[in-house]
């Protein structure tokens, strides 16, 4: 399954929002039901961070300013208020279908 | 709190093998698998390995068939993964993770492999 994320840079003003897009070549619905969609954070120098998993559901520990939406093959990963910390590449995942595949990556930065 | 812990960076000459390997703590190793991904440079992250530490068995992406090896410590909580038959396009960060129910929940904090002549 290919992932294709948009933008693929993203100049943000501190305190206004931000969208990332991942669309998927196949559906990423689970013969389980579930949708095995994530996003991760990759800060300058360190490895990715888990955010948000099945689509929607924040990990431990992730700001609630983070939101993911969609289904079947569009997603959505929401900034409502970007800070400084959040500089980074962004990933989605799907690990619905073997192998696991991953987005080519949005660089958020500030404008 | 759970933590993966990897070996340091590591530089080798091509048809060289490498040997990663990934410690883990802060949870019960034998009940989470752990996967090998890693970052080559203007690439995309790509999914490499699975093993399950709880009984060994493995499975590799396709086009590492052959040249992906892992193996479990039990005694110290590790995982080795040796990559064999290096080139240079194999240069990149390589990450142990661990997964829990299909997703990518722990990372470790990477290990540079560079291959040059």
């Known amino acids: 399954i290919v992932m294709t994320q948009t933008p693929l840079s993203s100049p943000v003003t501190l305190g206004q929002p931000a969208s990332i897009s991942c669309r998927s070549s196949q559906s990423l619905v689970h013969s389980d039901g579930n949708t095995y969609l994530s996003w991760l954070q990759q800060r300058p120098g360190q490895p990715p961070r888990l955010l948000i998993y099945k689509i929607s559901n924040r990990f431990s520990g992730v700001p609630d300013r983070f939101s993911g939406s969609g289904a079947g093959t569009d997603f959505t990963l929401k900034i409502s208020r970007v800070e400084a910390e959040d500089v980074g590449v962004y990933y989605c995942?799907?690990?619905?279908?073997?192998?696991?595949?991953f987005g080519q990556g949005t660089r958020l930065e500030i404008k | 709190q759970v933590q993966l812990v990897q070996s340091g960076a590591e530089v080798k000459k091509p048809g060289a093998s490498v040997k990663v390997s990934c410690t883990a703590s802060?949870?019960?190793?034998?009940?989470?698998?752990i996967h090998w991904v890693r970052q080559a440079p203007g690439q995309r992250l790509e999914w490499m390995a699975i093993?399950?530490?709880?009984?060994?068995?493995?499975t590799n992406a396709q086009r590492f068939q052959g040249r992906v090896t892992m193996t479990r410590d039990m005694s110290t909580s590790t995982i080795h993964m040796e990559l064999s038959s290096l080139r240079s396009e194999d240069t990149a960060v390589y990450y142990c993770?661990?997964?829990?129910?299909?997703?990518?929940?722990?990372w470790g904090q990477g290990t540079l492999v560079t291959v040059s002549s």
């Open positions: 802060g949870y019960t190793f034998t009940s989470y698998y």
């Open positions: 995942t799907q690990a619905s279908q073997f192998p696991s595949t």
């Open positions: 993770v661990r997964s829990s129910g299909r997703t990518f929940d722990f």
């Open positions: 093993i399950n530490p709880g009984d060994s068995s493995t």
